[in-house]
């Protein structure tokens, strides 16, 4: 069993910075890929990000490639997203989320995460 919890959420204007962190419990963090999903109100529960067990592979939702960077630090059980250049229709509840079986294609279908956190309100004005 894994817990995963977020932090790092607030109001921002556009064109600002956030860092999202995902700090997890449990010793078999390391063996997960980690995803980052973003859900607005009355929108569905969307890709962002996802970075594979050992930090090596990654993969961005088109809106945000350029902008946003996933990374991990697997002695601190912590995945990171490093979000730039924010833009209004980045405003969401942020989610961080964790898969356990290793794929040969990193996962960006929220169906196939085991492990979710509760979630970071992200606010971007304009």
């Known amino acids: 069993q894994v817990q995963l919890v977020e932090s790092g959420g607030g109001l921002v204007q556009a064109g600002g910075s956030l860092r999202l962190s995902c700090a997890a419990s449990?010793?078999?963090?390391?063996?997960?890929?980690m995803g980052w999903f973003r859900q607005a109100p009355g929108k569905e529960r969307e890709f962002v990000a996802v970075i594979s067990w050992s930090g090596g592979s990654t993969y961005y939702a088109d809106s945000v490639k350029g902008r946003f960077t996933i990374s991990r630090d697997n002695a601190k059980n912590t995945v990171y997203l490093q979000m730039n250049s924010l833009k209004p229709e980045d405003t969401a509840v942020y989610y961080c989320a964790a898969d356990r079986r290793w794929r040969v294609v990193l996962s960006t279908t929220p169906d196939e995460y085991d492990y979710w956190g509760q979630g970071t309100q992200v606010t971007v004005s304009s």
């Open positions: 449990g010793r078999t963090f390391s063996r997960y890929a």
